[in-house]
Nanobody
Framework: QVQLVESGGGLVQAGGSLRLSCAAS????????MGWYRQAPGKQRELVAT???????NYADSVKGRFTISRDNAENTVYLHMNSLKIEDTAVYYC???????????WGQGTQVTVSS
């Protein structure tokens, strides 16, 4: 089993910045991709950004140029640096980890990010 614990959410004004952290523990051997998803009220959960164990990254178009995902493999932690936040970034942000063999997704409990005007 893999445990993912997020931190760093909160309330911020539009244009501000936040950094989310996700610490992984447990049976983390074989975890290849880690990332962040978000879910706004009344909407489906959507991908925000992912990063592989080798450092390859992928971003949703809506956050490109504003968000940066990074990973500390030694600390088993993934970060999401969010700059130039917009009201539409308001959502619960979930950390995700993927192990390909056997294929399985793991989710954190989520952390609320609220961007005010």
């Amino acid at each position: 089993q893999v445990q993912l614990v997020e931190s760093g959410g909160g309330l911020v004004q539009a244009g501000g910045s936040l950094r989310l952290s996700c610490a992984a523990s447990g049976s983390i051997v074989g975890i290849n991709v880690m990332g962040w998803y978000r879910q706004a009220p009344g909407k489906q959960r959507e991908l925000v950004a992912t990063i592989t164990s080798s450092g390859s990254t992928n971003y949703a178009d809506s956050v490109k140029g504003r968000f940066t995902i990074s990973r500390d493999n030694a600390e088993n932690t993934v970060y999401l640096h969010m700059n130039s936040l917009k009201i539409e970034d308001t959502a619960v942000y979930y950390c995700n980890a993927y192990r390909p063999l056997p294929p399985r997704f793991y989710w954190g409990q989520g952390t609320q990010v609220t961007v005010s005007s």
